[in-house]
DNA sequence: GCCCCTAAAGGAAACGTTTCCATGCCGGCG
DNA sequence: CGCCGGCATGGAAACGTTTCCTTTAGGGGC
């Protein structure tokens, strides 16, 4: 029933040896021997069993995706990033999302053991002692926007810290005295590189840290509401905000409308990761754009290099530039006549955005 | 280096083939043999190689994802109920996405030939009778949201249908009389269901159609701006508009807005999907909710059947209802004290939102 | 003219499982 | 006491490749 390489062997007249050279480009066959092997591999509508071929050759041309619970788009854009990348390099994805804890990751490391020619995790929540005993030996491994101090494998990010810090320098330069900020959640990874950035702007600015002015909130909206709430009701009041993610922005948002206080004439306001939504918010959403897609296509890259060479283990961090994207909230922009945000005359999609403004990191 | 099932078999006295057995208790073990067996595993860390597994067995747990080029939250949301049930049945995702058109369709399907066990299949785009000769024959598969009539396979879809129909019959229980339709792609099925769905609330209602009220879209908010512009300057004006999915009903609100006509006061408005920032544009948009992670989570199921029961090959076609989520756009709701959307008092989470109005079709 | 070297091709082992069949053992029944 | 049947186990084939090692043929240099 199922036709295999001996079929195709017999149909053109050689053995199995020569036909896997020839597939595989793998030794020395004369052309016409070749031609007669490709009409039969055509007519018999042969296809090589993956299992059989993993099996000796210990490749799969699998990757592995592990992925935190991620709110909708930043997800998206990511795996299309690895996607496209790794059908150019003819690589599988094994996907496996919802991992915030370690105990969840270790669970789906194991499933996919032996699995794999290489795997790609991003585990903010996970520090790296923790995440370092539960990953595989003798795999490539990326790690994506997580701690990856001292651990045995490649780390690309997105630069938190240097967005962070470039934005809330910019409101700053507005010359706002009292910033405050809404944090992610606790040992995430992102959200404290965010809060370093912000601490590195004060200082750079010469202005002071007001523990008052430091929020907790949970990358969601809702919690950005409350936390909106709470930096209002400290005194004096700051006079602009920067959440470090939009979520938490646009909650913020909420707060500040149902409070009368005006945006960005009261209150200045700023988020993280220019969402796509930013744009409909009122008024627009100064944020910050990582290169998303870019940082999975990386990923991807190095390790399909890692796979062909292996032995060149030259583990390398690198953080990718982000870009601020001014609009009105942050104080920024013309003031436009309609308050629309900025989709204005039916511009083509985000990126093409006119009245967005941008400055890389 | 690698250990394998003989190394466990000697080292627990027995042979490989009773190790097999109590590994996948597919045959009587002595109580003592298991254990001394068990315990080899631990010692030497033993993991089953699954592609010799997969060699002898014909399975390979895996199940493939074919996905469109998706708007950011569809997709992970989908991505979630599938990932969720696949672990829970033990099986891996093969995915891959960006598949709009039958080419990239076919190459992909090509590539995932033989390693899966199952197949989900999104394709919007692709009419039956073009997909029916990709599919792979002897693999079961499940089609979400597509075209599907005399294909052999599963479909699931939500119910496009029915909750346009509601909507729409819902914008004239308001008194409307003229209401516009914003259309998605062509060839697109969803966006052809949502289509039959509002002809069908018109007819219902006994209002007339009107073609210049059926403008063109693409499911892109700056195609949403454009088509708003289009129905503004039908004479007479629509009272009320129907975006086929959020992000066009976003960019329609942006040329009310820019037009200087009220939402809900001049032109009621609302969307399909309901998006998650739906509750934070101004006025907060009147849309439609499917149950997105549980359509990949039946999805699952029905091939995890499948494959455990080959044969029983009962194909069926099934649609998902969908419930109404009423804001203000559509002129429902409270008029509330500052417009900021149905965010208050920190609700906690968009599916606990405490003043969206739900109705289910 | 002989030998050696190389290109082309074949035979067979190996990869790590599962599973079919055979085997030994024991208890119970005739 | 002999036989039968079921349980626990072992031996070995099979899955479909890749690859190592031969074999063969032909051509060029001496």
Redo the contacts with the bound molecule.
């Keep these: 029933m ?5 079929d ?2 017999s149909r053109a ?12 480009r ?9 031609r007669r092997i490709e009409e039969a591999v055509k007519a018999l509508r ?4 993956s ?3 993993s ?4 490749r799969t041309r699998l990757l592995g995706v592990l992925l935190p619970d991620l709110h909708g788009e930043f997800f998206s854009e990511l795996i299309r990033g690895i996607d496209h990348a790794a059908q150019m390099g003819g690589y599988h994805l094994l996907l496996s999302s919802s991992h915030d804890n370690a105990n969840d990751l270790e669970v789906a490391l194991e499933g996919m053991h032996g699995r794999l020619d290489g795997l790609i995790v991003m585990a903010p929540k996970v520090e790296a002692r923790v995440l370092g005993p539960l990953l595989p030996a003798n795999l490539p491994i990326v790690l994506l926007n997580s701690a990856a101090s001292g651990l045995e494998c490649d780390a690309l990010r997105i630069d938190s810290f240097g967005g962070a810090r470039e934005l809330v320098v910019h409101l700053a330069g507005h010359g706002h005295r009292r910033i405050g900020i809404i944090n992610g959640p606790p040992r995430n990874f992102d959200a404290e590189e965010r809060l370093r950035g912000y601490h590195a702007a004060l200082d750079a600015a010469g202005l002071q840290r007001d523990e008052r002015l430091e929020v907790a909130g949970d990358f969601t909206a809702s919690g950005g509401y409350l936390a909106g709430q709470q930096l209002l009701a400290v005194r004096p009041r700051p006079t602009a905000i920067f959440a470090t993610n939009d979520a938490m922005a646009m909650g913020a948002l909420s707060a500040m409308l149902d409070a009368g206080v005006a945006v960005p004439g009261d209150m200045a306001l700023a988020g993280f990761d220019d969402v796509s939504s930013t744009q409909y918010t009122i008024p627009a959403l100064t944020s910050v754009r990582g290169p998303i897609s870019e940082l999975g296509a990386r990923a991807v890259a190095r390790l399909a290099a890692a796979v062909s060479a292996p032995g060149t283990t030259v583990h390398l961090e690198e953080s990718l530039p982000v870009t601020m994207v001014l609009r009105r909230s942050c104080g920024c922009g013309e003031a436009g006549g309609s308050g629309s945000g900025d989709v204005q005359g039916g511009a083509a999609g985000r990126d093409s955005v006119p009245s967005d403004q941008e400055r890389t990191a």
Tied chains: 1, 2.
């Design positions: 199922t036709v295999t390489i001996r195709v062997a007249g050689v053995s199995v040896a020569t036909v896997s050279r020839a597939l595989n793998s030794g020395p066959v004369r052309e016409a021997t070749r042969y296809r090589p069993n299992a059989a071929r099996l000796i050759t210990r």
